[in-house]
């Protein structure tokens, strides 16, 4: 990861920690876990061997985490050394230490290979990442090289064809969302940013081509975005909304209109 952007992920550590414990962010987290974990059963079913997993960009570690907790061996890799704290924060946090030790590790992506070696990992996450960075092409081609043989990629993305609808119809900025139906790059509230969503044939074609083939894909808030804050805030509203959630983003054609794309990929 280049430096600028990890000098705006240092200096925006502590809001990302923030955002995540709104409840904007805590529905995120959760629709991604369960997506992560409902999917890891189809995959892999009652093989209860620990898996190898590596999270990419980690940030504060919340579901790789999980997944420690559940006696996969798990290494959360950032170049952002707040971040990596934040993490070893969760970690701390949890009600038992995992069987299987986390590790943490400070590098970019980049250095992955030489870090760890090729082929290691069953399960690579990639999370709300691939946007920021200036070539997905080469991300996506060096993920696969840290791959198993059959190992899984979990990739969540930001959505392109979502950016419009959430201009318009939730901050009513009608030229901004006419200048994002042309692929304007908006900037990102948290870190100051330029994010680059993607479409999702877009990214399924990307990931074939840096051999990933895709087999599964999903969607990330299909209504959240457009709610009053009140209405988030409430906590009896947020149990029927993750199902609500679960549900709408498992479907066509409201998955493809999501904030976020969660597609799933297999080396090939």
């Not at 993490?87 to 949890?94: S, V």
């Amino acid at each position: 990861m280049s430096t600028p952007i990890s000098i705006a992920f240092a200096r925006g550590a502590a809001a990302y920690k923030a955002y995540l414990e709104s409840p904007h962010g805590r529905l995120r987290l959760e629709l991604i876990w369960h997506q992560l974990s409902g999917f890891m059963g189809k995959a892999w079913g009652a093989d209860r061997r620990p898996l190898q997993v590596l999270d990419i960009g980690c940030g504060t570690g919340e579901l790789s985490l999980r997944l420690a907790a559940r006696g996969h061996a798990v290494v959360l890799l950032d170049p952002v050394e707040e971040m990596l704290r934040l993490a070893e924060e969760t970690a701390r946090a949890l009600e038992s230490p995992p069987v299987i030790p986390p590790r943490f590790v400070h590098g970019s992506l980049e250095v992955a290979p030489a870090l760890f070696g090729k082929s290691t990992f069953d399960l690579v996450l990639c999370h709300t990442l691939l946007e920021y960075l200036p070539d997905p092409r080469s991300v996506l081609a060096l993920l696969r090289t840290l791959l198993t043989p059959g190992g899984f990629l979990s990739l969540v993305a930001l959505n392109r064809g979502q950016e419009p609808l959430r201009l318009a119809i939730r901050d009513g900025k009608f030229e901004e969302a006419r200048r994002a139906l042309a692929g304007d790059v908006p900037m990102d509230s948290l870190f100051g940013l330029p994010r680059n969503g993607m479409l999702k044939d877009q990214l399924q074609a990307q990931l074939e081509a840096a051999g990933i083939n895709s087999v599964a894909h999903a969607g990330i808030f299909v209504f959240a975005d457009y709610l009053p804050a009140g209405r988030l805030e409430d906590p009896a509203s947020f149990a029927p909304l993750l199902r609500l959630e679960l549900e709408a983003g498992g479907l066509s054609p409201l998955r493809e209109i999501a904030r976020y794309l969660h597609l799933w990929g297999r080396r090939a």
